[in-house]
């Protein structure tokens, strides 16, 4: 009878034990990978990009109701300043969902800065959300800008 006291007692601490799970942390802010770029070889001035940018939010508060909110920043790494985009909710204002997918962006002509006749840049993205936490930076590959003329 003592036997079965411990095998029982062995039975209820492993089951204690096994149920007792740390409860893993998602992060806050939205995860983006770049996906493609259209172009890695472009004319100056006269070649649009299309960016694919893949994002996971956990909380799905990405892109903004209004229009003048913009949450998408891209900077072509020879400038200082970002050009800012308009995402679209991409779930319910209200709702808190696990969300992942991808997005095109639309970006016009880059151009040379200065007199040679050919430059490179990488173009960086990152997104913000809803609660103003920013994702991570993800970077296109280098895009080769050539003279027109």
Known sequence: MPELKS????FASLFILSSCVEEVEHPVAPELTFVSISHTVV???STPLTATI???DRQGDLGFSDPDMNALRVRDTRLEGYDWYHIQPLTPTEEQLDISGSFQVQLPPLFLLGNGDMETTTLTFQIVDRAENWSNVVSSPEIAIHDTL
């Open 7 to 10: 095998l029982s007692l062995l």
């Open 54 to 56: 893949a994002y996971r």
């Open 43 to 45: 004319e100056s001035a």
